[in-house]
């Protein structure tokens, strides 16, 4: 039962990332591919890289999928899970970079308002509820597990193999890794929502009312897609925090295999579905901002987007954060060292954290 249950796990792992691809490939717009605009009205070439996109998405789909279900074994069945949606999601950033080249970027107007007299603040844009949320998913799991660890044993089941069979026994302390994890997102969310309300408040000269109310919407939406998203990752996280200890108790080793798929189901479809609730609002937000103002990213400098809009290198812009001219969200001013300094943490802090706490368990 366990290995069905796996399997099917392994199953949904693919077919969200091969959903999420084909409905990225399959958006039918007159003048936007991938959900970014061209600056053009959309041509033959651009439905080819679409089309092209959707039929390897769905060939890596079915090699996915007949890897986990044909009796070839635990190894070709998780080496299926790591490598298709990476391949489908490698394809499609490849298709991304071929037609950024062909977009025409339109030149950014030098005259704007800097800002408003009162710029929103952080608090205009979050949501308390789920943020009090996914701060009680660090003190009540950490209270929790602070109180279970005293009676579990020094050594208790840490990895499964595809089959459920216990592959590794480590310490409990351990896991306090995972009570990182979760207050590292919590801190990446807070950053996120701040670096939303610090990006540039550029106002065009003609109806900046109606562009300042369109900016909130658009700004509202995002942080509140990421904190629902944040919000699944942090409960699937916590799920398998909570399982792994209570597993080891005796009649609870049944605990394993349900929370793996609660766990899947948490990260992909949960995390998935705000994605497909606010994006086009988003991008509804966009196209309104671009009729006022001609350009989404109103004040930036033109000789700062690089690479075909892509990178923002202007060292003659003091803004660390401007909206993205290609795609949607944010991007950083790479001529900032702050800049620099936080995709460092972002990628040393999670690392460290999970190193830090093996080393001190051991």
Known sequence: MESVIVSLTLVLSILTTAVLVEWVARSRHPSRLFFFSLGRERDAADDRRARRLRIANGVVTLIGLALVLLPLGEAAAVLATVICPFVS?????????????????????????VSLED??????????????VNVLFVIVPSAVFAWLITQLPEHIPAQFDAAGN????????????MAGLVLFDVLLLWAIVWGVSRERWAMPEQNAERYAVLQMERRRAMVRMIEWVMTMVNASMVVVWMALPLAAFPGYEYLVGPAVVVTVLLSTLGALAPIGFYLPRLMRARDAIREIAGTEVLGTRDAGWKWGGLVYYAPEDPALIVPKRLGIGQTLNMARPAAWVFLVLVIVLPLAITFGAIALSS
């Open 166 to 177: 216990v592959s590794r026994y480590a310490s409990p302390h351990e896991l306090w890794s």
């Open 89 to 113: 999601i490698g394809w499609m950033s490849v298709e991304m970079i071929g037609a950024v080249r062909s977009v025409r970027l339109e030149r950014v107007p030098g005259r704007y308002v």
């Open 119 to 132: 710029a929103p603040s952080f608090r205009d844009y979050v949501s308390m509820p789920l943020q009090l």
